[in-house]
Structures are given as C-alpha cells and as structure tokens.
C-alpha cells in the first residue's frame, strides 16, 4: 500500500495536507463528505485528523482516519498524550497498525478546558516520539509528524521551540508542522534555522484559512498557541464587510501565504480552517499562479507582535550566551550545586559512588530508614525547588527547575502554548521553561536544553530519588540518550 504522504516528501513534490477538525460539534458525516472531495485533488496527499482539538473530545480519530481512506483520502492522525498514558498511546499506536495506518502526527495536546476531564500528560511530545520510534524499529512502518511553533515573541519561548523540534528530530520524527501564524520572517526564521544546522526534516507550513470569529477568538490567545495580532484582527475584519463576507481575500491570503512557502522551500502546506474541496482547489491554483512572485508577497505578510524576538544566526552557538546577564540569587544555587557535582563526582563509578551505592543499599533494605530518607529529601527540595516527589529527579539536566511543577508535566520543553512567557494552563505565571532557558543562558551552555529527558516511572513516585538513583532504578539522561 502505498502513502502519498510519504512518498510526496520523499520526492521534494510540494503537497498539501488538510486538516479535519473532528470535533464532537462536527457532524461525522460532514467529515467523510469532505474527505470524498479532497481526495479528487491531486496535490492533497492527506486529511489529517485531530484528536483532542482545543483540549476538548470529539470524534473516535481512528474511526474517521479509516472511514475517510475508504472514501480515498490517505489519513494523518493526531495522538495525543492529554487523555492516555504510555500503554494507552501504545495500544493506540498497535491498533493504526492493525488497521495499516500509517501516518501519525505526535503531540502533546491542548489542556482539557473542562475541569472534570482531568489530564494524564504521562508522556510529553518528544518521548511520545520515541515510543513511536521504538513501535517503527520493530516493523511497524509509521511515518511520525511533529509540532512546532516559530510564532513566538520572546527569546526563550523561541529558541526553546527550535530546540525542541530538534529533540523530535533526533527522536525519529520525519516532518514538522508548524503552528498558526501570519509571519513571513518567522517562517524564514524557521527554516534557517534547520538549514543551518544541516537538518533536512521538511517542514510544512500552516496555512489557516481566518475568519472574522475565529481571528477575534485568537486574538485572544485561544486555542493555545494560536494568536492573531491587532493588525491582522482588523484586516480580517474590514474584508468581512464585502459582499462575500471576506471569502475571497482569506483565501487569497491563503494562496499568497502558500506561495511565500513554496519561495521559502518548505515541503507542503497544512491547511487549515476549511476542508472545502472547493476552497482548497482555489487555493492552489492560485498559489501556483503567485508562485513565481513570492518575494514581492512577503512584506504583507508580517504580523508579529511589535517589538517581538527574531532570531539571530546560530543562537546556540556557545559565544551567544550574554556574559553580562547579571545571574540572580535564584540561579546561585543552582551553580553551587553543579560546582558540587564535579567536585564530589557521583554520576560515574568512583570510590564516592562506590561508597554512598553501599549506604544506600543498606538505607533501601529498611522501610522506616528509607521512608525517613524521602522526607528529609522532600524537606529540602521541596522549598528550594518545588519538588513534588516523583521519584524520578532530573533537577541537575533541567537547571534545578523541578519539571513536575509543570501543569503538563513535560520534561523536554515548553508546550506551543506558551504566550510571552506566560503558562498556557495558568497565565499569570511564567512558564518554567523560561527559567531554564535564562539559567542555560547565564551558564553558556545553551546546547545542553537538547539532552533527551526520559519520561519517568511513575511507579517510583513517593519515594526517595537520592535512593533510586544509586540503585538505578529511576529513569534519568544517560550518554546514549542525546
């Protein structure tokens, strides 16, 4: 069986995905009806299905994937780590098998916007990567495609983003999506960026087709990661006032932004915010015919938030970390505590490790001793850290910022939820992931953010990590995971 998806990659042909929001608020039958008219257009290569759209269920995504590929259209199929833990991900993952699915679009998922769903976020996005990975090594021939969102304004929400795709890239993702925006240079930026480091995931741009409601609802910042500026709100709404209601210069923003992708060098488009066979066969044509004038496009194409960050080349480099940052007292523990490590080197075999794995050991085979160890842990790291006991510390990889104080529980990156730094679950608070950019910042070692966090076992939490940790028992960085 062949999968256009794939093989359109794999050949450098310029395709399009089109999204099929599968929403409980969508009739199913609407879906599979949009599905027969985009597979009768040749350069859409799939239909890709959410799941968990907006943070809220809709429409089993495996039910539609395969009712749609019986209508002829090649599925792409969204799994998210919101509502399933890593055996509930990999049954998932087993049954797209059984059924010959094969293209899967791995993210972690927006936070339930109802309270009484409560999250289980056991994986995060890159280590649900990894899973996939692990399921494609033993004969399972998926297609992995990822997240990313160049649309952001502030230092550390975008690097952290680009380290993050290269994290999936380096965990076995094949192409990047990126999230909703209307930004010619963060496109640019996006693809520079992966240029310059000599990797060639091809990415596909997100072309949204944007409404007058849905602009008003993103200039709010809902759904998380999905922003429109004040400019582009009022475009948007002044072209409602025609006679079509704005029809015709969203889809010509459309194709003038798929045709600034095409210039760019980007593999495809993912379209979004109409599944009309119609529309999208308007968009193309039109893109087609805009094509050879790309450059002369871009200058419309610019709301970013003013005054916002824009990536200078080679940002990771180790000279581009600002000498003169001031470090505040918060980041002095954590250098005192790196100073400590290599002047007590426990994380190889010393005569130290050696030692303490042996008090350790005798500590572990006495419940009282043990359970009196994991409070006095918690006593200390607890106040310096947040520390919320899971057994499974990786404070020394992440900054001494506590990964668990993360409403998503993510341990390899921010989310694309992130708004100027702010949470998108709680946001009046930072989002910790800036700390751990600025701290790796200050230290002058910003390609330590690349290492691959493990997700932890959570059958250890409660429990002391000083003790699984030489016992070796917890899930933790180690030279082979980078």
């Known amino acids: 069986m062949t999968n256009p998806l794939r093989d359109a990659l794999a ?28 597979a009768r257009i040749p350069a859409v290569v799939a239909g890709s299905v959410t799941s968990y759209a907006g943070g809220a269920m809709g429409h089993d995504p495996l039910r539609v994937a395969a009712a749609a590929r019986a209508r002829g259209l090649t599925p792409n199929i969204h799994l998210t780590c919101v509502s399933q833990d890593r055996r509930g991900l990999a049954k998932s993952l087993d049954d797209m098998h059984a059924l010959a699915l094969e293209n899967v679009f791995a993210l972690t998922g927006d936070y339930p916007g109802a309270r009484d769903q409560p999250p289980v976020f056991d994986l995060d996005s890159v280590q649900l990567v990894r899973l996939i990975d692990e399921r494609r090594r033993g004969g399972m021939p998926f297609h992995v495609a990822v997240a990313v969102s160049p649309f952001k304004y502030t230092e550390a929400d975008c690097v952290y ?47 949204y087709v944007l409404g007058p409601k849905t602009a008003e609802r993103m200039a709010t910042g809902r759904p998380p990661g999905c922003w429109v500026s004040p400019e582009l709100l009022a475009a948007v709404q002044a072209e409602s006032h025609a006679s079509d209601g704005g029809r015709q210069a969203r889809l010509e923003r459309a194709a003038r932004t798929v045709a600034i992708l095409r210039g760019l060098g980007y593999a495809g488009a993912y379209v979004g915010g109409t599944h ?33 960050f824009y990536l ?35 994380s190889r075999d010393t005569w130290l490790r050696r030692a303490l794995t042996r008090v350790v050991e005798w500590i572990d085979r006495r419940k009282p001793a043990a359970a009196l160890l994991e409070r006095v842990e918690l006593a200390i790291k607890k106040p310096l850290f947040g520390c919320q006991a899971c057994g499974n510390c990786v404070l020394g990889h992440l900054e001494y910022v506590c990964p668990q104080t ?27 992931w800036v700390a751990v950019y600025e701290r790796a910042r200050a230290s002058g070692d910003l390609e330590a953010l690349k290492t691959y966090v493990p997700a932890p076992d959570r059958q250890l939490s409660g429990t002391s990590s000083w003790i699984n940790y030489f016992l070796d028992r917890d899930s933790r960085p180690t030279p082979d995971r980078h």
């Open 276 to 308: 009309d066979a119609a529309n999208i066969a308007w968009i193309i044509r039109r893109a087609d015919e805009l094509a050879p004038q790309w450059e002369a496009l871009v200058p419309a194409l610019g709301y970013g938030a003013d005054g916002g």
């Open 312 to 346: 200078p080349a080679r940002t990771l480099s180790k000279g581009a970390a600002d000498e003169a940052n001031a470090r505040s007292r918060a980041d002095r523990v954590p250098r005192l505590l790196d100073w400590l490590g290599h002047a007590f080197p426990v």
């Open 406 to 432: 993360c409403p998503k529980q993510l341990r390899n990156g921010p989310c694309g939820g992130t708004d100027q730094g702010r949470c998108e679950v709680v946001p009046d608070k930072p989002c910790i």
């Open 11 to 38: 050949a450098g042909r310029f395709c399009y995905v089109v999204e099929l929001v599968a929403s409980a608020l969508t009739r199913e039958a609407r879906l599979l009806e949009a599905a027969s008219g985009l």
């Open 161 to 207: 983003q680009y380290v993050k795709l290269e994290k999936k890239i380096a965990a076995g993702a094949d192409v990047a999506v990126t999230q909703v925006g209307w930004d010619a240079p963060k496109f640019a930026e996006l693809k520079r960026y992966l240029d310059e480091r000599g990797l060639r995931t091809p990415l596909l741009g997100n072309v």
